[in-house]
C-alpha cells in the first residue's frame, strides 16, 4: 500500500469518528438535494436536456482539435493572446512570465479548479507574487491555507461559528453568528484588493468555439469584478472545456445551475471575446488565455476514456456520492474529489499513485444517474480496477480469486468447501473480530453471517427426492 | 412455464430457505422449478474487483448452462445485474457473445419477473408488521427495479410500508466492504439509522447481500432493527 | 447538431402580456425588483423616489436616449462612464443606471454587454443596479437571446456580454443564502412600454 492510500484509509477512519463534520456535510448536501429536484423539475425534459449534452459535448471531443483551432484564431482575430500548457508546470511558467513582463505585484483571482490542478498559487507565492482568491468559499479556505473541500462549495466542511472565528483572527473583524454579515466582511476586504490589483485571473466553465469567447459561470459577481477591473485578464482553461457554438449556451447553463448550485441559473454567465475594444471605456487591455492540457488529450484519444472529457466540474456526483458523505473532501487528497476524481485522478496523474481511489466505491451508480452530461462514471472506475487488477493486484488476490474459480466450476469442491467452512465457523468465535481473525476485515465492525450444514443445493437434491 | 432458479453462491451457502421459498412460491403459481445443481456463482466478485479474465472463467460455465433456458430467475438483484448488464460486455468479442446475450434477455431479478413477466401482484401473502424497504443499488440503478417490490408488498395483508428518507446504498459493494471496513461501516450505519427514524420493525431487501452487511453491522452494535428478504414476506402467511 | 429547445427547457411564454408576468413572476424568485411604467418621464419619477429613499449621494451611469433622459430627474451627481473613468471614484457611487440587450422571460434575466451598459464595470461595481429596457427587448426565451445576440453582433462582439439573473449572490456559508456577495446586493429592472 502506498503513501496516499494509507493516508486515505487513516483520514477515512477519522471521519468515520467525526459524526459531527458529518453532519454538515450531510445537512449541506441536504439542503442543496432538495433545491436541485425542484429545479430538475422545472424542465420540460430533464433526460433529453442530459442525452442532448450528453451528444453535444462528445461531438465536440471527436472533432477537438478543429474545434481549439476555430476557438483560438476567433480569439487572436480580436487581439486576444493564447498559450498552450501542456504541463501544469508550464501554466505556472505562463503566468510568471505575464506577472514579470507587467510588473505586477497583486494577482486576483475567482475560483478555479483547473488552477488548484498545476498548484499555481504556490508556484506564484514562491516567487514572490501576492495572490488573492475572491470568491467566497475560496478566500475563507485560503485563510486557511487548505485546498477547496468540494469543485463547487469550497468551503461546505466549515461552520459560521468556524468562519466567524477565522475572519476574527486573520482580519480583526468581530465575531458574529450572522452569515450575511461575515460575507460583508469578506466584501470589504476584498474590494480595495480587486481596484489594486495589476492581474485579474478566471477559470472558465466553457469556450464556444464558433464566436471566439470565453464563457464564466458564477454567483457572486467576483468573477465580472477579476474581468473588469485590472489592466491585464487571464483565463486558465482546460481544453476540454470547448463547445461547438454559442447557441448550445441555452442548454449548459441552466443544466450547470441546475445540477451544481440548484438554481435555474447563476446570477452571471459572462462570455469574453477579447480585451477592451477601442469604443468601450474598460476592461483589460490584454487578453490572455491559457489552454492546459496536462494528459486530457491522451484521454481523448481513448474512445472510452474521452467520455470523461465531458465532464463539467458541476460536482453533482460528489453530491450524490455516498463515499464523499462518509470520508469528505480532504480525505481524497486529490485536486478532484468524489467519483468523478476517482475516475479522473489515477488516468492524470498515475495510475500506481492513485489506484485505491478506484477500489474505494460500493458501485451504487448514484453518480451516473445525477450526471447531466450522462458520464458512466461507475463503469469508467470499473475499467480503472480492470487495468490497476492486471497490473498492480498482489499476488495472493489473484491467486485467491483463481482458487475461487476453480471452487465455484467444480460442484465437487463447492459441495466440500462449504462442509469445511462450516466446521472451521464452529472455532471462529473463539477469535471473530479479533487481531488474528483471518476475517477481520469484516468482523472488526460486524457479525460474521452464519454458514448452514444443509445448503440450498441440499435442500433441493432431498425436495426432489 | 419452466423456471431456472439461480441460486447464488451466498443464497446457497446462507439463506437457503430464500431459495426454497421462491421454489414454492412459483410452484404453487403452476410453475416448473429446476435448478442448475452445477453452478454456484455468477462471477461478480471477481469483475467488481477487476479480474475479468477469473470473472469470465466462471461466468462462461454459467452462459454456457443457461442460454438457452426459458426464463432464469436470480433472488437478488445484484447478481441479476451481473448477468444482464455485464455478460454481454464481457464477452462482446468472443465466441460466447451471442448466447451470452441471449442469456441476458430471459434473466429476471424475483420481483421484477413477477410483476412483469408473470403479472403476477398478489401472492395471498399475510406478514403483520410495519416494514422499510432498502432498494439494492444494482437492482435499482442497473435494472430500474423500484415499483415491482413496492407493489408486491402492497397486496401483502397486516404490512405497512415506511419509507426512508432517501435512497442510498448500504455500503456493502462486494470485496469493497472488506478493502475499505471503515467506508463500508460508515455507510451502513447511516443506512440503519435512516432506517431506525421510520420506526420500522423490519428492514426487507430483494438483495440478501446488502441485508448479511446490515444484519451484520446491526448485531454487533446490538441496534434492534431485524432483516428479511422480501420473498420470506411473500412466502408468509402468519 | 441543433437542439430541440422547443420541449427540453422550462417553460415560457410568447406573447407580450404574458411574457411580462412571467419576467415579474421570475424576478420575484430572484429578488429582483422589476417595476413596469408606461412613459419614459415615470422612469425619472420612480429614480428621483429610489434617491430619496436609498439617500443617494452620486450615481454612474452611460449616455443613451433612454439613460440620458431618466438622469436627468436624479438631483445627485452623475459619474458617465462613456469617456473612461477613475475606479475609485465609480466604486464610491450608490447606484449605478444602464442599458441592455435583451430581457429573458423564461429565466428573469438580463442580457447586458459592455456596449449596450457602459462598458465592464458599471454593471457590477456599484451596489445597486437598475437595468432600462424597453418593450422591444423583451424576448421569450435563452435561445432566443442568444441567436439575438450573434445577428446584433456578428463578427464585431462586443468584449464582454454578460447573462444577469437576479443580484449578487452567495451560499458559501453553510449554503445559506446571502445577497451582496461582491456585485450589486440590489438590481432593479425598470421596463418602459412607450418610448
Same mark, same amino acid.
Given at each position: ?76 482575430? /480580436? ?197 477592451? /475594444? ?188 | ?61 454459467? $452462459? ?138 423490519? $428492514? ?35 | ?195
Amino acid at each position: 500500500m502506498n503513501n496516499l492510500a494509507k493516508k486515505f484509509h487513516q483520514d477515512a477512519a477519522h471521519m468515520a469518528e467525526n459524526v459531527a463534520l458529518r453532519n454538515v456535510i450531510a445537512t449541506g448536501l441536504g439542503k442543496y438535494a432538495e433545491g436541485r429536484d425542484k429545479k430538475i423539475a422545472d424542465f420540460q425534459d430533464w433526460q433529453k436536456a442530459r442525452e442532448t449534452a450528453s451528444q453535444i459535448k462528445r461531438e465536440s471531443l471527436n472533432n477537438l482539435p478543429q474545434n481549439i483551432q476555430q476557438l483560438t484564431e476567433k480569439l487572436t482575430s /480580436r487581439g486576444t493572446h493564447i498559450h498552450f500548457a501542456a504541463t501544469g508546470s508550464d501554466v505556472c511558467r505562463i503566468v510568471l512570465n505575464i506577472l514579470r513582463q507587467k510588473k505586477a505585484k497583486l494577482m486576483i483571482k475567482s475560483k478555479s479548479m483547473t488552477s488548484e490542478e498545476v498548484h499555481l498559487n504556490k508556484a506564484l507565492e514562491k516567487e514572490g507574487f501576492k495572490v488573492v482568491e475572491s470568491d467566497l468559499g475560496e478566500f475563507i479556505v485560503q485563510l486557511r491555507q487548505e485546498p477547496p473541500y468540494h469543485i463547487v462549495f469550497p468551503a461546505m466542511h466549515l461552520t459560521r461559528y468556524q468562519i466567524s472565528d477565522l475572519f476574527h483572527d486573520k482580519l480583526n473583524s468581530q465575531p458574529t453568528e450572522n452569515p450575511e454579515t461575515l460575507t460583508m466582511i469578506a466584501r470589504q476586504n476584498l474590494r480595495s484588493q480587486y481596484i489594486q490589483a495589476d492581474v485579474g485571473f478566471t477559470g472558465a466553465n466553457f469556450a464556444v468555439a464558433d464566436t471566439g469567447m470565453i464563457s464564466v459561470t458564477e454567483n457572486e459577481g467576483n468573477s465580472r469584478l477579476c474581468g473588469s477591473l485590472p489592466k491585464t485578464m487571464i483565463t486558465l482553461i482546460g481544453i476540454e472545456k470547448v463547445i461547438p457554438r454559442l447557441e448550445d449556451l441555452p442548454l449548459f447553463l441552466p443544466m450547470l445551475a441546475t445540477v451544481g448550485a440548484a438554481q435555474n441559473l447563476t446570477a452571471y454567465n459572462t462570455l469574453y471575446s477579447g480585451p477592451k /475594444r477601442p469604443e468601450e471605456p474598460d476592461g483589460p487591455e490584454e487578453y490572455h488565455v491559457i489552454l492546459l492540457d496536462n494528459g486530457r488529450s491522451r484521454l481523448q484519444k481513448d474512445p472510452v476514456y474521452r467520455e470523461v472529457l465531458k465532464c463539467m466540474r458541476c460536482g453533482s456526483c460528489l453530491n450524490v456520492c455516498p463515499i464523499y458523505k462518509s470520508v469528505g473532501g480532504h480525505t481524497y487528497n486529490a485536486t478532484y474529489s468524489g467519483p468523478i476524481g476517482s475516475v479522473l485522478m489515477p488516468k492524470l496523474f498515475g495510475m500506481a499513485a492513485y489506484k485505491h481511489l478506484s477500489f474505494a466505491c460500493s458501485l451504487c451508480c448514484a453518480c451516473r444517474d445525477a450526471c447531466p452530461v450522462k458520464i458512466d462514471l461507475s463503469h469508467l472506475l470499473l475499467k480503472n480496477r480492470e487495468t490497476l487488477s492486471s497490473q498492480f493486484a498482489p499476488k495472493y488476490e489473484k491467486l485467491a480469486f483463481k482458487g475461487m474459480s476453480a471452487l465455484f466450476n467444480h460442484p465437487l469442491f463447492w459441495s466440500l468447501g462449504k462442509k469445511l467452512a462450516w466446521i472451521g465457523q464452529k472455532l471462529h468465535p473463539l477469535i471473530e473480530g479479533s487481531a488474528i481473525d483471518p476475517a477481520q476485515c469484516w468482523t472488526a465492525t460486524r457479525k460474521a453471517p452464519k454458514l448452514v450444514w444443509h445448503s440450498f443445493k441440499d435442500l433441493w437434491k432431498k425436495y426432489k427426492s | 412455464m419452466r423456471i431456472t432458479l439461480f441460486a447464488p453462491c451466498f443464497i446457497d451457502a446462507l439463506y437457503p430457505g430464500i431459495a426454497m421459498k421462491a421454489v414454492k412460491i412459483f410452484e404453487n403459481l403452476g410453475h416448473q422449478v429446476n435448478v442448475p445443481e452445477e453452478l454456484a456463482c455468477c462471477g461478480q466478485p471477481a469483475f467488481n474487483t477487476g479480474h475479468w479474465d477469473e470473472a469470465r472463467a466462471v461466468a462462461s460455465k454459467v $452462459i454456457e448452462s443457461l442460454w438457452d433456458a426459458e426464463a432464469v430467475v436470480l433472488p437478488s438483484g445484484s447478481c441479476t445485474a451481473m448477468i444482464r448488464k455485464f455478460y454481454p460486455e464481457l464477452f462482446a468479442e468472443s465466441p460466447l457473445s451471442e448466447k451470452a446475450c441471449r442469456l441476458a434477455e430471459h434473466t429476471w431479478e424475483f420481483s421484477d419477473f413477477l410483476v412483469s413477466h408473470l403479472k403476477v401482484t398478489d401472492l395471498g401473502a399475510v406478514f403483520n408488521a410495519t416494514v422499510t424497504f432498502h432498494d439494492g443499488c444494482h437492482g435499482l440503478r442497473e435494472l430500474g427495479i423500484y415499483q415491482q417490490p413496492r407493489e408486491l408488498m402492497s397486496h401483502v395483508k397486516g404490512l405497512t410500508l415506511v419509507e426512508m428518507e432517501a435512497i442510498q446504498c448500504c455500503g456493502f459493494g462486494g470485496t469493497f466492504s472488506a478493502k475499505f471496513p471503515e467506508i463500508s461501516t460508515t455507510m451502513g450505519d447511516s443506512k440503519i439509522n435512516m432506517a431506525l427514524e421510520t420506526g420500522a420493525e423490519y $428492514i426487507v431487501s430483494n438483495d440478501s447481500s446488502c441485508l448479511m452487511h446490515i444484519r451484520g453491522l446491526a448485531d454487533k452494535q446490538h441496534r434492534h432493527i431485524k432483516t428479511i428478504h422480501l420473498i420470506e414476506i411473500l412466502a408468509s402467511n402468519e | 447538431m441543433t437542439i430541440d429547445f422547443q420541449n427540453i427547457l422550462p417553460k415560457t411564454e410568447t406573447e407580450y402580456t404574458a411574457m411580462v408576468n412571467l419576467f415579474a413572476n421570475k424576478s420575484a424568485d430572484l429578488t429582483t425588483r422589476f417595476v413596469k411604467v408606461f412613459t419614459q418621464r415615470e422612469i425619472g419619477l420612480y429614480l428621483n423616489t429610489l434617491a430619496t429613499q436609498e439617500k443617494w449621494v452620486s450615481i454612474a451611469s452611460h449616455h443613451t436616449p433612454l439613460t440620458d433622459e431618466s438622469v436627468i430627474a436624479v438631483p445627485v451627481p452623475c459619474l458617465w462612464t462613456d469617456q473612461g473613468y477613475k475606479i475609485e471614484e465609480l466604486e464610491k457611487v450608490s447606484a449605478s443606471i444602464t442599458g441592455c440587450d435583451a430581457l429573458i422571460a423564461q429565466t428573469g434575466s438580463v442580457m447586458l454587454s459592455s456596449r449596450t451598459a457602459g462598458g465592464r464595470a458599471l454593471s457590477i461595481l456599484p451596489p445597486h443596479h437598475i437595468v432600462l429596457a424597453t418593450k422591444n427587448q423583451i424576448v421569450p426565451d435563452l435561445p432566443t437571446a442568444y441567436r439575438m445576440i450573434r445577428e446584433k453582433y456578428s463578427p464585431n462582439y462586443p468584449s464582454m456580454v454578460s447573462l444577469v439573473t437576479g443580484p449578487s449572490r452567495t451560499g458559501d456559508i453553510e449554503r445559506i443564502l446571502v445577497l451582496g456577495a461582491h456585485g450589486p446586493r440590489k438590481l432593479t429592472i425598470i421596463l418602459v412600454e412607450e418610448v
